[in-house]
């Protein structure tokens, strides 16, 4: 089967740091971009970073860039996000998902999300 | 990096026809065929219903289409039923970034 598992949220306090982590099954992980995307319960979705398939391209939200690092490995078929100075608007869902044509091009397949809390 | 502009409610009765816009700009969604819209239930994952504008991706009822005209794409919903109430956004590849929209609720009476 199909499927993207979100792990790594969690509560952190303003100013830390966290690194999620997506792990990929049943399909070539290394044959497709990836991208990362957050959404603040109740509200709407936030596209936040996004990687190649090889991992040498990178993009990033404006919100997010400078703090924020996306990364892969593609021999342990997982996708990371590194996040650091983190503000309370930074807490979210966070989900990752497969961009199967083109790097930012559309999500076919999402994990179920993992909640990041920044708070004192 | 505006979103995308969205109704944040649509509605109509079973059986009927829907159509949410989503308005950006030329350099976004009148200056690429990457528009994709998503379906997202209460406590779920967003799902993929149209990609490159006009696409449906395997699964997908044919209920569901996708255009587009300049800087608006629009997203029709035929033949409404109980189970398409839900929140739909869409998004735009704009240059080394993507948007989306602020979604739009769909009820259906």
């Known amino acids: 089967e199909v499927q993207l598992l979100e792990s790594g949220g969690g509560l952190v306090q303003p100013g830390g740091s966290l690194r999620l982590s997506c792990a990929a099954a049943?399909?070539?992980?290394?044959?497709?971009?990836m991208t990362w995307v957050r959404q603040v319960p109740g509200k709407g979705l936030e596209w936040v970073s996004a990687i190649n398939s090889g991992g040498g391209s990178t993009y990033y939200a404006d919100s997010v860039r400078g703090r924020f690092t996306i990364s892969r490995d593609n021999s342990k078929n997982t996708l990371y996000l590194q996040m650091s100075s983190l503000r309370a608007g930074d807490t979210a869902v966070y989900y990752c998902?497969?961009?199967?044509?083109?790097?930012?091009?559309?999500?076919?397949?999402w994990g179920q999300g993992t909640m990041v809390t920044v708070s004192s | 990096q505006s979103a995308l502009t969205q109704p944040p409610s649509a509605s109509g009765s079973p059986g009927q026809s829907v159509t949410i816009s989503c308005t950006g700009t030329?350099?976004?969604?009148?200056?690429?065929?990457?528009v994709s819209w998503y379906q997202q239930h209460p406590g779920r994952a967003p799902k993929l219903m149209i990609y490159e504008v006009t696409k449906r991706p395997s699964g997908v009822p044919d209920r569901f289409s996708g255009s587009k005209s300049g800087n608006t794409a629009s997203l029709t919903v035929s033949g409404l039923q109980a189970e398409d109430e839900a929140d739909f956004y869409c998004?735009?590849?704009?240059?080394?970034?993507?948007?989306f929209g602020g979604g739009t609720r769909l009820t259906v009476l």
């Open positions: 998004s735009s590849y704009a240059g080394g970034i993507l948007l």
């Open positions: 049943g399909f070539t992980f290394s044959s497709y971009a």
């Open positions: 030329s350099s976004d969604v009148g200056a690429y065929n990457y």
């Open positions: 998902a497969r961009d199967p044509k083109n790097v930012l091009s559309a999500f076919d397949i």
